[in-house]
């Protein structure tokens, strides 16, 4: 009788880019995975958190010598994860206030998953929402892109596919960055997903 391949050789498995949504995997988690395994109570946790600034090259609003240039932005990811031990669909928002677009945001978390779980698959991602606005000095520029949906009017400010941006580890742990492009505003929208090793012993206590 064949044996069913191990689940962790599947993480070799590289990242896909279905209708804007990403469904994410790293070869370096592997390792880290298979330890974890062999002690009997690895799982692990997903955590996203985003970052926002504007294209440099962007001339939506140009900067003056004395001139700072604020934003106050809410990104709204569609957000679908399925495991054993818990499941969430839905539609998140997270409200970035007063930063200069230019130098970008800080990482503000906007998701994670309820408790420790087994690994079946990691989440489907997508930006489908920037609202918000732009001000200098001068003048303000709302905000209002939308990604495209089938039997709709193209938006006037689209919301572009996510695509791969880097992958590696820092001090909180492994992650896969990607990044989302608004068409008119030219702002960039990068999700940064964590997927954490945590004990699911101690998660059933």
């Not at 702002?187 to 004990?199: E, G, N």
Request: hydrophobic share 40%; proline share 6%; net charge positive.
């Amino acid at each position: 009788m064949r044996q069913r391949p191990h689940w962790n050789l599947l993480l070799s498995v590289p990242a896909l880019v279905l209708t804007g949504a990403l469904i994410l995997a790293a070869p370096n988690w592997a390792t880290a995975q298979e330890t974890a395994s062999i002690r009997g109570v690895g799982g692990i946790r997903h955590i996203l958190y985003v970052t926002i600034k504007s294209d440099p090259d962007s001339r939506v609003l140009q900067r003056g010598s004395d001139e700072p240039i604020t934003a106050t932005l809410t990104v709204k990811t569609r957000i679908s994860a399925h495991s054993q031990e818990t499941n969430f669909y839905g539609d998140v928002p997270a409200t970035v206030s007063d930063f200069d677009p230019i130098k970008g945001s800080r990482e503000q978390e906007v998701w994670k998953d309820a408790q420790c779980h087994h690994e079946r698959g990691f989440p489907k991602l997508s930006v489908i929402n920037v609202d918000g606005s732009i001000t200098n000095a001068q003048k303000s520029l709302p905000i209002a892109a939308r990604f495209r949906w089938l039997g709709r009017l193209l938006p006037g400010d689209e919301v572009m596919a996510g695509k791969r941006l880097a992958s590696g580890s820092d001090d909180v742990g492994p992650f896969i960055a990607t990044r989302t492009e608004t068409k008119q505003s030219r702002l960039f929208v990068d999700l940064k997903l964590y997927i954490l090793p945590c004990s699911l012993t101690a998660a059933a206590n």
